[in-house]
């Protein structure tokens, strides 16, 4: 199975593109997406094609901002069951760890962590298929969103620390934050003030979000033990910069035999080294834009023995050199 996206991310994308005049059944059409199965509050879309439709949509759109409309769009619908216990939890930062715990029912290649320094809490996004500008900035913007559903609509994170860069003449991104923005960073983080995170939210309900956190649950078992590569790639993940990983290591993660682990990727389609080939192209071509990444620091993250040893993969997978990739990149993002 490969990864996948609730098709509710994709509403939002949906009636962004109704609101700008622009008749979404064709661009979905065009991703090879059924909108047939936005109704479904389980449905979900590839996640390859869900970054087709991000792509078309920014064609058809021409605007760098479509994920900050997108982002403000969530409702509590919009994530299923993790939504309403969000909106019940008992304070901002028991619905944070709620993210944290759920998001892959979100997209199961995306990671959220949480991390406190000092008397900040940050809140990190990361995905294991590299999602487009618009989708980055769409994900920061609809978790602001839901912290106006807690805590009014006059919350502003501390900071925010954004992946990409965005033609922003008017400052709408600043504008809808409200407060310092730096972008340009390895992964979008939001800074947010631990103190406030504790206080205690008057939609507090225990019992509801208890229940709705069940069947959250539930359904990310369901997810997991159906999507062995996507396990095995986030294994992957967690190992490659130490340079020790094999299909015997990750079995054991897995708590299976390497002989098990390899007929079992099979049956679904692929192999242990076509995944580990995927995984570090992904991490590549998400790397080499961050130009305060040295390409030897990109060859351990990735975990190549040497530098020369990314350089002739990276020319293998892409046909042009890491060094002429990042190039390439970074003036693509100054030009927009």
């Known amino acids: 199975m490969r990864y996948s996206t609730l098709t509710s991310w994709a509403q939002l994308l949906w009636e962004t593109l109704q609101d700008e005049g622009i008749e979404p059944r064709s661009v979905f059409a ?34 760098d901002l479509l994920g900050l409309q997108a982002g403000q769009l969530w409702h509590s619908t919009t994530f299923n069951a993790l ?41 990190s996004f990361d995905a294991d298929l590299t999602p487009q500008r618009s989708a980055n900035l769409a994900a920061v913007a609809a978790v602001v969103t839901m912290c106006r559903a807690l805590l009014g609509p006059s919350f502003s994170p501390v900071a925010i620390h954004l ?11 600043g504008q809808f934050f409200g ?26 309900n225990a019992q509801l979000a208890l229940l709705n956190e069940q069947v959250a649950l539930e359904n990310l078992n369901r997810l997991v033990l159906d999507n062995l590569p996507a396990r095995v790639a986030e294994r992957m993940l967690k190992h490659l910069p130490s340079g020790n990983i094999s299909a015997a290591i ?3 993660d897995l708590a299976m035999s390497s002989r098990s682990l390899q ?24 790397y080499l834009p961050q130009s305060q990444l040295a390409l030897s620091e990109i060859s351990y993250l990735l975990g190549y023995a040497d530098q020369a040893n990314f350089n002739r993969a990276f020319k293998r997978w892409f046909n042009t050199t890491p060094r002429q990739y990042r190039h390439q990149a970074l003036a693509r993002a100054n030009a927009g």
């Open 30 to 63: 065009q991703a090879g997406l059924n909108p047939a199965l936005l109704g479904d509050g389980n449905a979900r879309y590839p996640t390859d094609q869900m970054h087709q439709l991000w792509r078309l949509s920014e064609q058809a759109n021409g605007n």
């Open 83 to 123: 939504g309403f216990a969000w909106l019940a939890s008992d304070t901002l930062h028991d619905a944070l760890g709620r993210l944290v715990r759920y998001a892959r029912l979100i997209s199961n290649g995306l990671q959220v962590t949480i991390e406190q320094r000092q008397n900040l809490y940050l809140l």
């Open 250 to 252: 990750i079995a054991q």
């Open 163 to 173: 992946k990409h860069r965005y033609h922003d003449p008017a400052n709408a991104i």
């Open 179 to 204: 407060c310092p923005i730096q972008p340009g960073a390895l992964h979008s983080t939001i800074a947010l003030d631990a103190q406030q995170a504790h206080i205690r939210l008057p939609g507090a």
């Open 263 to 286: 007929r079992k990727l099979q049956a679904k389609g692929t192999t242990f080294n076509d995944l580990l080939e995927r995984v570090r192209q992904q991490l590549a071509r998400d």
